[in-house]
């Protein structure tokens, strides 16, 4: 599995799919630390190292942080959110965390899709502060009375004391929802107060009440209602469930609109199932526009008309341009409502820096010459069979020549000595070409190459050495003591390009060179001893007489 690069531990979650009814695509979801202590002892006390990644490993999530304590030792606990896209079939996510020089990467405003018109997670802290938008329509609170609590249902929520409380958000074009136009508001509440109470409005506290509105009391039964109102009550529609929910617990409500004006067009949902509903107003044939702001936990309005204010909590307030899916609903409930938040968490994997490569050669590597030229186990350079050299003959290399590897070798090739470096019977280092079945011929140590016999019988390279592909000597006979005959002063050999040979071998294996290409330990030329003598001006190539 690929690994995010630069990253030191990692956890795999895996999201229960049990509550997951239909594909769900870049999906909030919320991701809990509670007091970690592997991410609290690896991660950064500001928690900018945190990343998000889909199950490949590097794919990064956009999330935001809604709240961070802990890191550089100390145990971690957090509340994310992270854009996903869930699958019936599952889903895995990973977090990573551990990297020093890490930066802030939350991007909170693109975790919310562009049908979110408003998200407030109601986690800000201090006296009354003001209210922030997570989502890029920056629908700040203009005015606000609450008190900020740490006993939020995620995290951090708002208290309102059933009399001044309020917040009053910007931007009130941006929820211009006409009656033909879908929406979704969904919120957390716990309240014990069964009266009439305001959860969230878009609509005027006096006659004749145009506008949208999310309500609890229901004729002060704990009911939750849904009013869309033109002029009410001959002029709206307006749903309400049968359950008293003002019992003191947090209750997750949400109230979706089809744009059809219809009743049916309503739908309320609490704890993830839709909720059966009766209808008070049945009839909307008129707009429901109005110029007024969206106002959370009061209906209110300048000059001051006060409304039904609420006393409770609130946590997680959101609105959509659209009628969200039974399948989106439930899945956000049961993602909040439960201990485990539907994730499982896997235990912590590390990884180091990532090691550096060093080349290395098995026993069963042949060594190796530059990347664009191999010698394959087949070439085997001969001398011509119009010529013979005795195992005596030891034609010299003159002090000039520097035998080298060079780099365009092709496979086909077979190297020969070019006319460009001289060879002299008297000159050192030597060449001895020898006719042992166990070995092939060797260069003395000059010409960086010696032999040096390995348990196998092959032989070994000096560190040197190096031998050029385009070896073309020019071999004339002439007699020796013995009768053999050897190289005369017009062989030469190039002494072009030398990438050097580095040489290792063990009693099984070959030897090594560079690791850019590969020689085949068999490659060596052969002597055919029942040739006739090479005449005056004929040049040897390796496996060609020209």
Request: charged fraction near 10%; proline fraction near 14%.
């Given at each position: 599995m690929a690994w995010l690069t630069g990253w030191t531990y990692r956890k795999l979650i895996t999201v229960q799919n049990a509550n997951i009814d239909a594909d769900l695509t870049d999906f909030p979801l919320y991701v809990k630390l509670s007091a970690d202590v592997q991410i609290g002892d690896g991660a950064l006390a500001t928690g900018y190292d945190i990343r998000f990644t889909s199950s490949d490993g590097t794919t990064l999530l956009k999330y935001e942080r809604e709240s961070w304590t802990g890191g550089a030792g100390a145990d971690a606990t957090a509340d994310f959110w992270v854009k996903s896209d869930l699958s019936t079939s599952g889903t895995n996510i990973y977090i990573y965390y551990g990297k020093a020089d890490a930066t802030d990467g939350q991007d909170a405003a693109n975790v919310w899709d562009a049908n979110f018109k408003g998200v407030w997670h109601l986690a800000e802290t201090g006296t009354n502060p003001t209210v922030y938008d997570s989502t890029s329509g920056n629908n700040d609170s203009i005015a606000q009375t609450?008190?900020?609590?740490?006993?939020?249902?995620?995290?951090g929520g708002g208290t309102f004391d059933g009399s001044t409380g309020r917040i009053?958000?910007?931007?009130?074009?941006?929820?211009?929802?006409?009656?033909?136009?879908?929406?979704?508001?969904?919120l957390w509440f716990k309240t014990s107060v069964t009266g009439n109470q305001t959860l969230f409005a878009k609509m005027s506290a006096a006659s004749p009440y145009t506008g949208y509105l999310l309500h609890i009391g229901g004729s002060g039964s704990g009911q939750i209602e849904l009013f869309l109102i033109n002029s009410w009550s001959t002029n709206a529609i307006a749903a309400n469930t049968s359950t008293n929910y003002a019992d003191?617990?947090?209750?997750?409500?949400?109230?979706t609109y089809s744009g059809s004006s219809t009743n049916a067009g309503q739908l309320i949902y609490v704890g993830g199932a839709s909720q059966s509903l009766s209808y008070r107003?049945?009839?909307?044939?008129?707009t429901i526009l109005n110029n007024l702001n969206i106002t959370v936990a009061k209906r209110y309005?300048?000059?001051?008309?006060d409304m039904y204010p609420y006393n409770g909590s609130l946590d997680e307030v959101r609105i959509s341009s659209i009628a969200r899916a039974a399948a989106w609903i439930k899945f956000e409930y049961y993602n909040i409502a439960n201990a485990d938040n539907e994730l499982t968490w896997t235990i912590e994997g590390s990884q180091s820096a990532s090691p550096s490569v060093s080349p290395s050669v098995s026993p069963s590597v042949s060594p190796s010459l530059s990347p664009s030229a191999s010698l394959s186990p087949s070439?085997?350079?001969s001398l011509s069979p119009s010529a013979s050299l005795s195992p005596s003959v030891s034609p010299t290399l003159s002090p000039s020549a520097s035998p080298s590897l060079s780099p365009s070798l092709s496979p086909s090739e077979s190297p020969s000595l070019s006319p460009s470096a001289s060879l002299s019977p008297s000159a050192s280092p030597s060449l001895s070409i020898s006719e042992s079945p166990s070995q092939s011929p060797s260069l003395s140590p000059s010409a960086s190459i010696s032999p040096s016999e390995s348990p196998s019988?092959?032989?070994?390279?000096?560190?040197?050495a190096s031998l050029s592909p385009s070896l073309s000597p020019s071999l004339s006979p002439s007699e020796s003591p013995s009768g053999s005959p050897s190289l005369s002063p017009s062989a030469s050999l190039s002494p072009s390009v030398s990438p050097s040979l580095s040489p290792s071998l063990s009693p099984s294996s070959s030897p090594s060179l560079s690791p850019s290409a590969s020689l085949s330990p068999s490659v060596s030329p052969s002597v055919s001893p029942s040739a006739?003598?090479?005449?005056?001006?004929?040049?040897?190539?390796?496996?060609?007489?020209?």
């Open positions: 609450w008190t900020p609590t740490t006993s939020g249902k995620v995290g009053t958000l910007d931007n009130e074009l941006n929820f211009d929802f006409e009656r033909t136009d879908p929406f979704t508001v969904s003191n617990t947090w209750q997750h409500v949400s109230a107003a049945t009839s909307l044939t008129s309005e300048s000059p001051p008309y070439i085997s350079p019988g092959s032989p070994s390279l000096s560190p040197s006739p003598p090479l005449s005056p001006g004929r040049h040897l190539m390796m496996g060609a007489l020209v």
